[in-house]
Nanobody
Framework: HVQLVESGGGLVQAGGSLRLSCAAS????????MAWYRQAPGKERELVAT???????NYADSVKGRFTISRDNAKNTVYLQMNMLKPEDTAVYYC?????????WGQGTQVTVSS
């Protein structure tokens, strides 16, 4: 039974920081690419950041320089450090595990940035 459980969301003022965590179970975590996606009200889900099993990260242009994705393979956990948050970062953030054509999703955690 695969589970991805996100935590760390909340309400923060613009310019503030949050750290999201996603704990995985039921998969061989260290062979999966991990990612964070987000979905704002009325918008499609979009990719925020990805990280390979070896730790190489990639980011959407909208978050480059502000967000950092990392992983701890010993703890089966992926993180998203979000700094200099903006109101347009408000969304439900989803953790994703991917290997070849297999995808798993978490239930999402709400991030709200007030202006």
């Amino acid at each position: 039974h695969v589970q991805l459980v996100e935590s760390g969301g909340g309400l923060v003022q613009a310019g503030g920081s949050l750290r999201l965590s996603c704990a995985a179970s039921g998969i061989t975590f260290n062979i999966y690419d991990m990612a964070w996606y987000r979905q704002a009200p009325g918008k499609e889900r979009e990719l925020v950041a990805t990280i390979t099993p070896g730790g190489g990260g990639n980011y959407a242009d909208s978050v480059k320089g502000r967000f950092t994705i990392s992983r701890d393979n010993a703890k089966n956990t992926v993180y998203l450090q979000m700094n200099m948050l903006k109101p347009e970062d408000t969304a439900v953030y989803y953790c994703n595990a991917q290997r070849v054509r297999v995808f798993f999703w978490g239930q999402g955690t709400q991030v709200t940035v007030s202006s």
